[in-house]
């Protein structure tokens, strides 16, 4: 645009304009200097050793600063798609990982198919350190103690810390029995008292025997936990061998039941092998698929020789098949079976594969009704317990021990030598009450045809019983003879008795001791049929799944007394530990309004007000008067004679 004013003319630019031009000269500039600097051999420059230099550019000037808001704009922009991109960088990421945790593909290969079929893997070492379930050689010493004893010193073939910093060990089913006092020797030289929990469940007699101890306070300072050194005392003068740690009597270190273990294993119907494990299907109700966890033998401590798919999946259980005959013959070496879930390594073990061997016993006598539970410190229960059901049909029984230390065995003894079919496994397992059902389940199928799951402070009972002078065997029997044939499990009502005014445990027993109780019936047990149990074995404690084919059925004319409420003195033991995998300890502060909660009582054991006459709703005194007209008065002190025969 021009404009006129005193003869001279202004030639006015607008502001992009002016920029171009400046550039296109600047450029021109350029190039004068790079023509004439070659025609006088100054261009390019070299630097002293003839190396071309970097042309020097000069500077083109840079365009003004854009105002305040447009970068704000621009930065806006360039932040919101850094965004973006790192969000769909991190949701790629979490498909991926998802794809690689959840998917159901073997190992074998991202396109294979999951095998179903049973697979055989060439001999290879598993890719994991499965620390102390490795073998032992028997090297083991015997020294005399300061009392003139021989000590024979035992290295366990496994060992494992437990709750409340208590060690569960390990001996060699194939080591040498020994008697007399036993100690553990932790590293450092710190001891404690070692106490016999008997031999772990396995055909013949031939599984571990468990020892426990708790881990003195200067070895809880140490980093690791190596397994302790069992020494057990003994009034023979002969030294003997027991076994010995392999590597120069080097131990290993204790596995942690906190964290995944494979803890137990049986062989069941078919040969098919149940394998216990802890940390796989760590929630109630939500199993892993059994297509996504593997079985798996090896030998020597990781020398893979068998890889199969496992059936079912459900809980602490997991049932395999058998490892093939071929597997079982090459060598004399112990086989030993874990499980290993898809993309994971292989948990550590303390399972040994223990079939049956040939020629061994055969099961007991089936028998029509027996009775199943799990026992801690209990055993002053147990006579009063054992004889009333004997007395209305309950033809054996089995006591599942959860590390009892009072005179269970005394006492189990005593009630076989009156005439009475009692038997103990060894269960040592914490908060495993689930499992040790299935394991009953599934190893007595074959000596008892019904089995009622019930604790020790529960009597089956039905009010018209108390029209009886005495007890009598078809009492309990009518109850599972007249259901139909596809009744696999009866339901039963539970009465849940309070303290009933007492202040400690009665003298004349639990059944005569406390009268008073609830008028409503919150919980229930079960009478199962064992050959209708589903195969996955997976129960709440209360009720088992059923196979295809079977149903359950209430029975409105038998109950179950519970005297779930007792004297403070005996309740408040509760506090200790609850067995119950899924069931939270007393002490938790979780499920409050759980009903396996005691209405009104907090998290500790101390007594609440007014204790000794609560949940007293209704007096009930059916089942003291009966056992008083059956069996006289206090009955618990002492077994009477069995008589009469058990029929199937």
């Known amino acids: 645009m021009a404009a006129g004013g005193g003869g001279t003319t202004v030639l006015r630019v607008n502001k992009p304009e002016r920029n171009r031009f400046q550039r296109n000269r600047e450029s021109r500039q350029q190039q004068t200097y790079k023509s004439r600097g070659a025609a006088a051999g100054l261009w390019p420059p070299r630097n002293s050793l003839g190396v071309v230099a970097r042309a020097r550019v000069a500077p083109v000037a840079s365009p003004p600063p854009l105002p305040a808001m447009q970068l704000h704009a621009r930065r806006r922009h360039a932040v919101a798609r850094c965004r973006r991109a790192l969000i769909a960088a991190a949701a790629f990421a979490l498909a991926l990982a998802a794809l690689l945790c959840f998917s159901r593909v073997p190992p074998g290969g991202m396109l294979a198919a999951p095998a179903r079929a049973m697979q055989l893997v060439p001999a290879r070492r598993l890719h994991v350190r499965l620390g102390a379930v490795k073998g032992y050689t028997t090297t083991a010493t015997s020294t005399p103690d300061t009392g003139g004893r021989r000590a024979t010193k035992a290295q366990p073939d496994a060992a494992v810390l437990l709750p409340d910093w208590e060690a569960l060990v390990l001996l060699r089913p194939d080591a040498a029995d020994a008697t007399g006092n036993a100690t553990c020797r932790f590293r450092g030289g710190a001891t ?13 007699r031939s599984g571990r025997r468990a020892y426990a101890c708790v881990v003195p306070e200067p070895a809880r300072r140490h980093k690791t936990l190596p397994a302790p050194q069992l020494v057990i005392a003994s009034s023979s003068t002969s030294k003997r061998t027991v076994g010995a740690a392999r590597g120069g009597g080097r131990s290993t270190e204790m596995l942690r039941w906190s964290g995944r273990l494979v803890y137990e294993s049986a062989v069941v119907d078919g040969g098919d092998v149940l394998v216990f494990a802890k940390g796989v299907n760590p929630r109630q109700g939500v199993n892993r698929p059994a297509s996504d966890i593997q079985c798996v033998y090896y030998r020597g401590g990781d020398h893979v020789v068998a890889t199969l798919p496992a059936a079912t999946s459900a809980q602490q259980v997991f049932r395999c098949p058998p490892p093939p005959t071929p597997v079982q013959q090459e060598s004399q070496e112990e086989l030993r079976v874990t ?6 390594e292989p948990l550590p073990s303390l399972a040994i594969y223990n079939p049956p061997r040939r020629g061994s016993s055969t099961a007991p006598e089936k028998k029509l009704i027996c009775a199943c539970t799990m026992v801690r410190d209990v055993a002053k229960f ?7 059901h004997a007395a209305v049909g309950v033809d054996r029984f089995y006591l599942y021990d959860n590390g ?8 189990v003894r005593h009630l076989n030598a009156a005439g009475y079919d009692v038997s103990t496994v060894a269960w040592p397992w914490t908060k495993a009450q689930e499992a040790g059902f299935s394991h009953s389940a599934a190893a007595h199928r074959h000596s008892c045809q019904w089995m009622a799951f019930i604790d020790v402070d529960e009597f089956i009972f039905s009010p018209q019983w108390n029209q009886s002078n005495n007890p009598d065997k078809s009492m309990l029997r009518s109850v599972v003879s007249s259901v139909e044939p596809d009744i696999g499990q009866l339901s039963l009502g539970c009465a849940d008795f309070g303290p009933s005014g007492q202040t400690s445990n009665p003298e004349e027993g639990v059944t005569q001791g406390y009268t008073c109780r609830r008028r409503t019936q919150e919980r229930h047990k079960s009478l199962l049929q064992l050959d209708a149990v589903d195969d996955s074995l997976v129960n709440s404690i209360h009720h088992f799944a059923l196979r295809p084919g079977f149903r359950g059925e209430w029975n409105k004319q038998v109950r179950v007394n519970h005297y779930k409420y007792q004297a403070w003195e005996e309740f408040k033991v509760k506090f200790r530990r609850r067995v119950s995998t899924y069931v939270a300890d007393w002490t938790d502060p979780v499920n409050l309004k759980s009903k396996d909660r005691t209405p009104g009582l907090g998290f500790e054991a101390v007594e609440p007000v007014g204790w000794t006459h609560k949940f007293c709703e209704v007096n009930d005194t059916l089942l003291r008067d009966a056992t008083r007209r059956w069996f006289g008065a206090g ?7 069995q008589t009469g025969t058990s029929s199937s």
Do not use: C, F, I, M
Request: net charge negative.
């Open 192 to 204: 404690s008292p070692a106490r016999a929990l008997g031999r772990l469940p396995a055909p013949a």
């Open 339 to 344: 499980l290993a879930v898809t993309g994971q």
């Open 382 to 388: 147990l006579p009063e317990w054992v004889v009333y």
């Open 404 to 411: 009892s230390e009072d005179d269970l065995a005394d006492q």
């Open 635 to 641: 009955y618990k002190n002492g077994p009477a004679r």
